[in-house]
């Protein structure tokens, strides 16, 4: 019984002793962490000097941001004497900035960022910061930023954001730039310098706001992608585009989808040869009560799925000009076009399509409608295709076409 007791004694202290070691190792390990963050920040404040008025010395970009119920953070930062400010430096070891090094801090009313010469991308720089009020570029002289994307993107108390003294010469990507901004309720961007600008798909999408935007100065000669540009604009009442050159314009997707106030849009001078998709481009844009198509060209177009769906103001609509020669799907295409009286299709090849479904849906006002040159395959999806039309025109399109079976 002696033993077993001795030995119990030595295995606690055998246990203690581990344990008094481990804590020792883990109070060294952070203890040294410490010492590293400490013998870091002292190196910035001698480089930087502690001093605000230094900062111009490292850096040619300044930004102020106002703060919503004043929370939100810093990465390092040295506050003034009120702690009103915060003093965000980001080194020349980052090319690329994120939203994910801002740290939220509850004291702080307004953030003053620096930002060092060699960062060359603002992407996600202030991306999902939705407790930022106001931004104010201070100063903005440098050319090497390329890459904008996502830069304010889901900021949704934004409400004044000023771009005045803005470069954007050299960058090459805005995609999703302002998307979901959806307190903004206007955007200057009269200085903008797009030339070099390949992407702009999602740029405004979502900026649900927005009563005006004037892009009379955007240079698109090399924007390749448009999709979702405008979608959920659905403030807009008007939008001019004239000066859009679109000739290397691939995608107008959901361009204008869910643009529900736009009452009129000339798109005249628009040049979609190049264009693949077409899907949703005027989806829901419930207000408009004419479209002039007459230049588009839709030779290389492939999807054209709900291009028209619930454009319930439209009352006619010429289609002549299309080519579908190559559209594989055309499903929700002109559903619950509701105001839509007649439409002649004579001219729309059906060769490759394989979806149809619910293409007409809801056309409930629909009195002629051209379907005699379709043809479908085997493989063709027509479920619901005429679901929700008067039996007068069900009647009418049997007698046109036998090669189609009517759905309802």
């Known amino acids: 019984m002696g033993n077993i007791s001795k ?9 203690l002793k581990s344990d008094f070691i481990l804590k020792k190792v883990f ?6 962490k410490l010492l590293e963050i400490m013998k870091y920040n002292k190196k910035l404040q001698k480089r930087l000097n502690i001093n605000i008025n230094d900062y111009r010395e490292y850096s040619q970009i300044e930004i102020e941001l106002k703060l919503v119920n004043n929370t939100y953070g810093k990465f390092i930062n ?26 939220v801090n509850e004291k702080v009313k307004m953030i003053r960022i620096i930002i060092d010469h060699q960062v060359k991308s603002f992407e996600h720089l202030f991306s999902n910061c939705k407790c930022i009020n106001s931004i104010f570029f201070k100063n903005f002289y440098r050319e090497n930023i390329t890459n904008m994307s996502f830069m304010f993107s889901e900021c949704s108390s934004l409400k004044e954001l000023n771009l005045s003294n803005f470069n954007t010469n050299n960058v090459t990507n805005m995609r999703n730039m302002f998307s979901e901004c959806s307190s903004l309720k206007e955007l200057n961007l009269s200085n903008f310098n797009t030339n070099n600008v390949t992407n702009m798909s999602y740029m405004f999408n979502q900026c649900s706001s927005l009563k005006e935007l004037n892009l009379s100065n955007f240079n698109t000669n090399n924007v390749t992608n448009m999709r979702y540009l405008f979608s959920e604009c659905s ?18 997707s959901y361009m204008f989808s869910r643009c529900s106030s736009l009452k009129e849009l000339n798109l005249s001078n628009f040049n979609t040869n190049n264009v693949d998709d077409m899907s ?22 492939i999807y054209m799925k709900g291009m028209f769906n619930e454009c319930s103001s439209l009352k006619e609509l010429n289609l002549s000009n299309f080519n579908t020669n190559n559209v594989r799907n055309m499903s929700w295409m002109f559903n619950s076009c509701s105001s839509l009286e007649e439409l002649n299709l004579s001219n729309f090849n059906t060769n490759n399509v394989g979806n149809m479904s619910y293409m007409f849906t809801s056309c409930s006002s629909l009195k002629e409608l051209n379907i005699s040159n ?12 005429f679901f929700g039309c008067e039996d007068e025109l069900i009647n009418k399109l049997k007698e046109q076409n036998n090669n189609i079976f009517i759905y309802y």
């Open 7 to 15: 030995n119990k004694q030595k295995n606690v202290f055998e246990n």
């Open 78 to 103: 040295i506050s003034d004497d009120k702690e009103e400010y915060y003093h965000i430096y980001f080194d020349n070891s980052k090319e690329e900035i994120k939203t994910n090094y801002l740290i």
């Open 280 to 301: 949703e481009m005027f989806n829901e844009c419930a207000s408009l009560k004419e479209l002039n198509l007459s230049n588009f060209n839709t030779n290389n177009v």
């Open 374 to 385: 379709f043809k479908t395959n085997n493989k063709t999806n027509m479920s619901c295709m």
């Open 27 to 32: 109070s060294i390990m952070k203890l040294k």
């Open 235 to 252: 403030s807009l009442k008007e939008l001019n585009l004239f000066n859009f050159n679109t000739n290397n314009v691939t995608d107008m």
